[in-house]
T-cell receptor, first 114, second 119 residues
Framework: DAGITQSPRHKVTETGTPVTLRCHQT?????MYWYRQDPGHGLRLIHY???????DKGEVSDGYSVSRSKTEDFLLTLESATSSQTSVYFC?????????????FGSGTQLSVL | AQKITQTQPGMFVQEKEAVTLDCTYDTSDQSYGLFWYKQPSSGEMIFLIY??????QNATEGRYSLNFQKARKSANLVISASQLGDSAMYFCAMRVAGMIKAAGNKLTFGGGTRVLVKP
């Protein structure tokens, strides 16, 4: 693996509460991503980061914000969780070796918003 | 906008046989990368193989090979000598913008194919 740790692994929360998911990597990779996975939709990009304090929106960014104050940590925040945000969230990093690229995913966070 | 299509929602394969998973893509970009991932029932996403659009040779990684047909815009995954542990969901994905540093670099995923290996 590429030293990616997601926390928490599981979370149950109530509608309207803030939630922060953490992605931590140990190998100094520059590019980090947050995806959500839902049945019938596959994996969809929420936000991504190409360096400290450099982030951008993906295709499903509404209701989410991110922060990257250190290379190793990429935080995903749901300011006010809704039931539609119940999903499995994956963090990913890019690793380039010459012209070959590999993307590695964390183990995922199962989030349930009641 | 780019799009990935996996037309096989599910398939059975006999242990020790080879299986081909279909993937077609649509992009107007000339420079892009294609990926395959495995997702077992545990939920993790496991990187399998990568093919760059300018790579002349088909990529191989152990029992995995990618049958890249650029003119047809297809990037089929071939798993040789299937094992019971190959039972999983498989996703094809594409990243446009050949230079990873380009803004907007992101992966687009297909809907996945579920593979069940029979003993």
């Amino acid at each position: 693996d590429a030293g990616i740790t997601q926390s928490p692994r599981h979370k149950v929360t109530e509608t309207g509460t803030p939630v922060t998911l953490r992605c931590h990597q140990t190998e100094n990779h520059r590019y980090m991503y947050w995806y959500r996975q839902d049945p019938g939709h596959g994996l969809r990009l929420i936000h991504y980061s190409y360096g400290v304090k450099d982030t951008d929106k993906g295709e499903v960014s509404d209701g989410y914000s991110v922060s990257r104050s250190k290379t190793e940590d990429f935080l995903l925040t749901l300011e006010s969780a809704t039931s539609s945000q119940t999903s499995v969230y994956f963090c990913a990093i890019s690793e380039l070796t010459g012209r070959k690229e590999k993307l590695f995913f964390g183990s995922g966070t199962q989030l349930s918003v009641l | 906008a780019q799009k990935i299509t996996q037309t096989q929602p599910g398939m059975f394969v006999q242990e020790k046989e080879a299986v081909t998973l279909d993937c077609t893509y649509d992009t107007s970009d000339q420079s892009y990368g294609l990926f395959w991932y495995k997702q077992p029932s545990s939920g993790e996403m496991i990187f399998l193989i990568y093919q760059g659009s300018y790579d002349e040779q088909n990529a191989t990684e152990g029992r995995y090979s990618l049958n890249f047909q650029k003119a047809r815009k297809s990037a089929n995954l071939v798993i040789s000598a299937s094992q019971l542990g190959d039972s999983a969901m498989y996703f094809c994905a594409m990243r446009v913008a050949g230079m990873i540093k380009a803004a907007g670099n992101k992966l687009t995923f297909g809907g996945g194919t579920r593979v069940l290996v029979k003993p």
